[in-house]
C-alpha cells in the first residue's frame, strides 16, 4: 500500500491549493480514502473523509473552505483547499480508510505534503 501525496506549497493566507494523493497496492474503488494533518507540537488530526459511494466529512475549522473528491479512473484522492488561514498550516497525509487511523500522520505508507500559509 503506497499513497504519494503532492500539492504542499506556501502560500499567503485566503489563498488556495489542491492536494493529489495517488493511490496503489489495493483495490481503490473498494476503499474510502482520508486525509490527516499534523501541525509542529500538535497531534495527528482526521481533515476529511469520503466514503466508497461519495459521502463526505469534514472537520469543522475547515468546512466550507476544503473540498475532498476522488477520481477512481487515476486512483487519486484531492484536497481543494480555498480560503487558506495559518491554522492550516501542516504536513497533509492522505491514507485508506481501511488502515488504522492512529497511523494517519506516521508516514509508514507515504510521505505528506507540507502546506504553509502565511499572513
Known amino acids: 500500500v503506497h499513497f504519494a501525496v503532492s500539492g504542499g506549497d506556501s502560500v499567503q493566507a485566503g489563498g488556495s491549493l489542491r492536494l493529489s494523493c495517488k493511490a496503489s497496492?489495493?483495490?481503490?474503488?473498494?476503499?474510502?480514502m482520508r486525509w490527516y494533518r499534523q501541525a509542529p507540537g500538535n497531534e495527528c488530526e482526521l481533515v476529511s473523509t469520503i466514503s466508497t459511494n461519495g459521502r463526505t466529512w469534514y472537520q469543522d475549522s475547515v468546512k466550507g473552505r476544503f473540498t475532498i473528491s476522488q477520481d477512481n479512473s487515476e486512483n487519486t484522492v484531492y484536497l481543494q483547499m480555498n480560503s487558506l488561514k495559518p491554522e492550516d498550516t501542516a504536513v497533509y497525509y492522505c491514507?485508506?480508510?481501511?488502515?488504522?487511523?492512529?497511523?494517519?500522520?506516521?508516514?509508514?505508507w507515504g510521505q505528506g505534503t507540507q502546506v504553509t500559509v502565511s499572513t
Open positions: 497496492g489495493f483495490t481503490f474503488d473498494d476503499s474510502g
Open positions: 491514507a485508506a480508510g481501511f488502515l488504522p487511523s492512529n497511523y494517519g500522520c506516521a508516514g509508514h
